[in-house]
């Protein structure tokens, strides 16, 4: 029954009297509070006229009332205990409505807990009453038989025996009666009961005669047996029931075994002929190859061959491993097994080996990586069945052999693709040179081939993740956590397919002839450019690709991304140097011939530049503006105000002496040719086949001088006429008017131009050079 909540703090005297307290005075338990009536109306804590204690007598709290009260202070007592009794009354009525339904659900409990037990005490006295006629019962029985116990006990040892001999001697007719019923379990059972029995009694004749019928029945049904267990349509269930009852007949098992895994074998080598049969001749997919693909060719492996080869291992250990009773032949069984197991799947992961060489398309490879993931799942059933066998860890080798295979595919794939795109190039550049048109642009055609290789990398590293996906079963191999991502994907295909991009380049630097071999030049321009944004910013960006995506956790060495990047930029700079040289010798080319083929000694006055000059000029500029496509202007020298209206000394390559004395002097030959061989020792040494600086102006510094080496060098091997020293002056001042502008310093320029008519005048027969003004006019005309 709930209580009324409790009110903190006592009440003022007159006020509202608590509900516990109201409680409390119900029950006649005391007050916590030690008070309920204030004032006259309290009287003494435990007395008579304590109305809240348990000794409260009516009589005398209103004796004392009357005595110590006056009238008016009476009234007030009795209005005060008016309240209290309506409050109390109106509290009693509240908690008696509020728990109605529990006083009526209590009273219900009581009454009928009243008559269950009412009953069960009438229950408890008939059962006591059974159990005294029980006992006595049970005493009336014992007193009776205790006299014929040994008794009954002898004869039911007698009866026994009894059953045991009808047993015996009916057992001939038993046995025969289940073979014809093929009941052959039964009659086995009837045998092995009897068998030990009849071996005992064998020296009584009547027992002999039971046996030697016995075991003849019993010949015969093995013979039944063994012909059944034979017979190849028998299905798994007879064959171990046959097996089961060859051994409880005694048959060896070491034969029982060998005739089991012969049965076995019959049937998996017809299926590993049919699987053989599907992978046809061994072409490739595509060439009278198989007709399916490898997914299914996997499926119909794994359901077939490596499901029955399951159950015969299943079927075997229960035989004659698991087997209770096995003893000694069990670790035999299980050796036999285990090179039976080892040597069939030997043959069908030769098989499978051979159907996954045939997969050699290196577009997404998703149906090998899931047939690759069947194959290896249902090895790890089998490996649970039979963990002595090398199965499994020959099906991961397997695996493993096949992603390493793929990624030497996809590196393949990708240097073929990289060399295709190199052919696109060639045929870009060299269409156009056929067609009359003009030449690509070069800019254009490395963005494509840039764009086009990084996407091919990143298609292939998408098909190569596939194999390190988490739902793949091998996937959490060793290998494929470490070896795979960091030596096969990131260093073999990865970084040796960024190494041989460079070696490729570089072998186009190992050209012979004159001119270069095939190469065009421009090509190795913009291969030179590709290598060098490698270096810059592509290597870096693929290797971190292709760790984000392979997460490492081997430890074993890998290439570090500066060793590539260096590698790179040395392919870019070996690439510039030759398309330098290359270039230079093409200008050098028509330069020499245009010396050699020429009879300077006999030729008229010169009255125009001559065609190869222009020509000279005309490719300079072409170069310049392919290298500017592709590399940035570089840094020049301050230039001269009169950089194109130096004049020139037959006899001098020193700047003073070409500046202040521009025409020629025969009265001091000697002392002038002395004069500029002192000169020489004190001049600058230029370098002709200096390494070329990845910017535009290096590199036509670099193919200028070439050409004016090559220039000079003709004109040292030849003797000139007077016309010739003049012809060799207006082309030189041709060449300085518009040359100077190419390179990263003129006075290059000028010191070679000074040294060509320098040379020329030594080896002139009649050396009278031309006057500047007219010089100047012919090459305005010109």
């Known amino acids: 029954m709930a ?37 006259p109306a309290r009287g003494e804590l435990g007395g008579p006229t304590d109305i809240n204690g348990p000794h409260f007598d009516p009589e005398v709290f209103l004796t004392k009332l009357r005595k110590e009260c006056p009238l008016a202070q009476l009234m007030d007592c009795e209005t005060d205990m008016v309240k209290q009794i309506r409050a109390l009354d109106s509290d009693m009525q509240t908690l008696v409505y509020e728990n109605y339904n529990k006083f009526i659900s209590a009273t219900d409990t009581i009454r009928k807990m009243k008559n269950d037990f009412k009953k069960m005490e009438d229950e408890m006295d008939c059962l006591a009453a059974n159990m005294a006629v029980i006992t006595e019962f049970s005493a009336s029985i014992s007193s009776t038989l205790q006299d014929q116990h040994e008794q009954i006990t002898k004869l039911s040892g007698v009866h026994a025996l009894l059953r045991k001999l009808q047993f015996l001697f009916e057992l001939p007719a038993r046995l025969t009666k289940c073979v014809e019923l093929k009941a052959y379990a039964q009659a086995v059972r009837y045998y092995s009961k009897a068998r030990s029995i009849l071996h005992q009694y064998q020296h009584m004749p009547s027992f002999r005669g039971i046996q030697d019928d016995c075991q003849k029945i019993m010949a015969d049904l093995a013979q039944k047996l063994r012909e059944k267990f034979r017979d190849g349509s028998s299905g798994a269930k007879d064959l171990a029931e046959c097996v089961e009852l060859l051994l409880q007949l005694g048959e060896p098992a070491e034969e029982l075994c060998d005739e089991f895994l012969s049965h076995a074998r019959s049937r998996l080598e017809a299926e590993l002929q049919t699987l053989e049969a599907e992978l046809g001749d061994g072409q490739p997919l595509g060439i009278s190859g198989p007709a399916t693909d490898i997914l299914e060719f996997t499926d119909r492996g794994c359901n077939s061959f490596v499901g029955n080869m399951c159950l015969v291992i299943a079927s075997y250990q229960e035989l004659f491993v698991n087997r209770e009773g096995a003893g000694g032949i069990a670790r035999m069984a299980h050796d036999k097994l285990v090179a039976f197991v080892d040597g069939l799947m030997g043959r069908y992961f030769a098989l499978v080996e051979r159907r996954i060489q045939l997969e050699r398309g290196v577009g997404d490879n998703s149906l090998l990586v899931r047939a690759l993931d069947r194959f290896h799942r249902r090895l790890q059933a089998l490996a649970k069945l039979l963990p ?27 240097q073929s693709f990289y060399m295709d795109c190199l052919t696109d190039v060639r045929q870009s550049l060299a269409a156009p040179r056929l067609m009359g048109k003009d030449s690509p642009n070069l800019a254009e055609l490395l963005g494509t081939i840039s764009a086009s290789i990084l996407n091919q990398i990143k298609s292939v590293l998408t098909y190569v993740h596939l194999f390190t996906a988490k739902d793949i079963s091998f996937s959490n191999k060793p290998y494929f956590k470490g070896e795979f991502c960091s030596q096969g994907v990131r260093e073999g295909l990865i970084v040796s397919f960024i190494k041989s991009i460079c070696q490729t380049a570089r072998q186009f630097c190992e050209s012979t002839g004159d001119k270069g071999g095939s190469t065009p030049p421009a090509l190795l321009l913009l291969l030179s450019r590709l290598c060098l944004d490698y270096e810059t910013s592509t290597i870096s960006y693929i290797l971190t690709l292709t760790d984000e995506q392979f997460l490492v956790q081997d430890h074993s060495p890998v290439t570090p991304v500066t060793g590539l990047c260096a590698e790179a930029r040395e392919a870019a700079q070996k690439l510039l140097n030759h398309y330098v040289k290359v270039q230079g010798l093409i200008i050098s080319q028509m330069l020499r011939k245009s010396v050699e083929t020429r009879d300077w000694i006999t030729t008229i006055e010169p009255r125009n530049v001559r065609a190869v000059m222009k020509r000279v000029v005309e490719d300079a500029t072409s170069i310049d503006v392919q290298v500017g496509l592709l590399y940035e202007e570089g840094v020049r020298k301050a230039q001269s105000s009169d950089s194109s209206k130096r004049t020139f000394s037959v006899y001098s390559s020193s700047r003073q002496q070409s500046r202040y004395a521009p025409s020629y002097t025969p009265s001091a ?15 600058e040494r230029i370098d002709i086949f200096s390494p070329a600086e990845f910017n535009k102006v290096s590199v036509l510094t670099g193919i200028i001088k ?12 030849r003797t000139f006429g007077r016309f010739g020293l003049q012809q060799i002056q207006v082309d030189c001042y041709y060449l300085q008017l518009y040359l100077w502008r190419f390179v990263s310093d003129e006075n290059l320029v000028h010191f070679l131009l000074d040294e060509i008519v320098g040379s020329t005048a030594h080896r002139c027969l009649d050396p009278v050079p031309m006057e500047q003004s007219v010089i100047e006019v012919i090459c305005e005309r010109g």
């Open 3 to 39: 209580a009324p909540p409790a009110e903190s703090g006592p009440e003022p005297p007159g006020g509202k009297r608590r509900p516990r307290g109201m409680l409390k005075l119900y029950y006649g338990l005391p007050d916590s509070a030690g008070e309920t009536l204030a004032g």
């Open 388 to 414: 002595a066998s090398r199965a499994a860890a020959e099906g991961t080798e397997i695996v493993v052999h096949a992603a390493k295979e793929r990624i030497r595919q996809y590196l393949q794939a990708l």
């Open 669 to 683: 030959p000697m002392d002038t040719n002395l004069l500029s061989n002192i000169q020489k020792l004190f001049s």
């Open 706 to 717: 070439i050409s004016l080496k090559t220039f000079l060098e003709c004109v040292r091997l």
